[in-house]
């Protein structure tokens, strides 16, 4: 099996990180691999904000958190505050894809790029979570100057946001599911 591979099969969703920082080669590892993604037609439709501020982040955080509170169906926010009460696990680094709003692909192209991201993370043992819930602050009711204040480019939306970190709490990949595959 390749190392490729084994990343593949070996990542799992890391909920619980330490809070030590990534290095500067790390941070630099990690927007190398966004960027080298492939897009349709080359376009690359995407802005990358990397938020390495523990304070900013924690602070998006407890926004997040807050938001979530004020929903109708408290679901999502009572398995958020049964997992710790935090969207982002006490990552000390997440990056935040944005899609351009006119691309037909770039919710496609952006998932492209976060997947590269998590599997750059597993090939040198940090541990990552792919957050679509990053999305509740960024969309919410302060979405206008938290937007500003994460320096959104006029005409991008969020797409996904990624934490990494060291793993704090390990846990088994997700089996594998034969029955999602057809043979034809």
């Not at 619980?16 to 927007?31: C, N, V, W, Y």
């Not at 993604?37 to 807050?66: R, Y």
């Not at 090939?123 to 602050?137: E, F, K, N, R």
């Not at 206008?144 to 994460?150: G, I, N, P, S, V």
Request: hydrophobic share 40%; charged share 25%.
């Amino acid at each position: 099996m390749t190392e490729t591979i084994k990343n593949i099969k070996e990542r799992f969703s890391c909920r619980g990180f330490e809070s030590a920082p990534l290095t500067q080669e790390q941070i630099k590892a990690l927007e190398e691999s966004a960027l080298a993604a492939p897009s349709a037609k080359n376009m690359q439709p995407w802005h990358i904000i990397v938020v390495t501020d523990k304070n900013e982040i924690e602070s998006l955080d407890a926004e997040g958190m807050k938001e979530l509170s004020t929903y109708k169906d408290p679901a999502m926010y009572n398995l958020m505050k049964e997992r710790g009460g935090s969207l982002f696990y006490n990552a000390p680094y997440l990056m935040i894809i944005l899609a351009e709003e006119k691309s037909d692909w770039a919710s496609l192209d952006c998932g492209i790029l976060c997947q590269n991201v998590v599997l750059a993370a597993e090939s040198m043992g940090l541990g990552s979570c792919i957050l679509g819930l990053a999305g509740v602050p960024l969309n919410g009711q302060n979405k206008e100057q938290l937007q500003k204040r994460f320096k959104f480019p006029e005409g991008y939306k969020f797409a996904v946001a990624v934490a990494v970190g060291e793993v704090k709490h390990s846990k088994k990949p997700h089996d594998l599911d034969q029955t999602k595959v057809t043979y034809i």
